[in-house]
């Protein structure tokens, strides 16, 4: 199986950066795209950005581009999403997810870290 721990969500002010982990552990191998997703309170969970373990390519959501890296360290079995000139409407819970491809729709992950909370306040 599967394991991903997100770390590094709290509280910023608008306009401040954060950085957020995902930690995998166990067999890496069999889910080759990552996905960072976030749910806000009344929202549907939508994918902020997405990358592939071994090429790097890379998937962003309209609404961050610009604003948001999403990186992958292979070594660690970590991915970060780094987030800058963070607005209100980022708050949400920010969950990771690995799946068999790179793409937008949560039902291609089949494996889910427990989110992490990020809270933009004005």
């Known amino acids: 199986q599967l394991q991903l721990v997100e770390s590094g969500g709290g509280l910023v002010q608008a306009g401040e950066s954060l950085r957020i982990s995902c930690a995998a552990s166990?067999?890496?191998?069999?889910?080759?795209?990552m996905g960072w997703f976030r749910q806000a309170p009344g929202k549907e969970r939508e994918l902020v950005a997405g990358v592939t373990w071994r090429a790097g390519v890379t998937l962003y959501a309209d609404s961050v581009k610009g604003r948001v890296t999403i990186s992958r360290d292979s070594t660690k079995s970590t991915v970060y999403l780094q987030m800058n000139s963070l607005k209100p409407e980022d708050t949400a819970v920010y969950y990771c997810a690995a799946g068999p491809l790179l793409q937008r729709t949560f039902s291609n992950y089949g494996y889910w870290g427990q989110g992490t909370q990020v809270t933009v306040s004005s």
């Open positions: 166990g067999r890496t191998f069999i889910s080759p795209a």
